[in-house]
Nanobody
Framework: QVQLVESGGGLVQAGGSLRLSCAASGGTFSSYSMAWFRQAPGKERELVAVISGSGAATIYSNYMKGRVTISRDNAKSTVNLQMNSPNGEDTAVYSC???????????????WGQGTQVTVSS
């Protein structure tokens, strides 16, 4: 069983920057692909970025590419999401997921954190 705890959310000004972190415990962290998804009110959960267990492979959603960077530190069992130049459409609950299979479908991720709210103000 893997436990995930996100942090770093909050209120950020449009055009600023934000760094989200997800701390994992209870499993061999490097054996899990990690992903960030987000869900805005009234919308479906959507992919932000994923990273393989080794960190060698990453995938970004088209609408986030160039504005976010996903990274991981396997020694610390953490995965981070650096978000630059956010806008109002980035307001959502951001959740990290862990799964054995690498991919962009949320069904591949078996464990989820509780999520952290990101609110972008204009």
């Amino acid at each position: 069983q893997v436990q995930l705890v996100e942090s770093g959310g909050g209120l950020v000004q449009a055009g600023g920057s934000l760094r989200l972190s997800c701390a994992a415990s209870g499993g061999t962290f490097s054996s899990y692909s990690m992903a960030w998804f987000r869900q805005a009110p009234g919308k479906e959960r959507e992919l932000v970025a994923v990273i393989s267990g080794s960190g060698a492979a990453t995938i970004y959603s088209n609408y986030m590419k160039g504005r976010v960077t996903i990274s991981r530190d396997n020694a610390k069992s953490t995965v981070n999401l650096q978000m630059n130049s956010p806008n109002g459409e980035d307001t959502a609950v951001y959740s990290c997921g862990a799964g054995r299979r690498f991919g962009t479908n949320s069904d591949r991720y078996d464990y989820w954190g509780q999520g952290t709210q990101v609110t972008v103000s204009s």
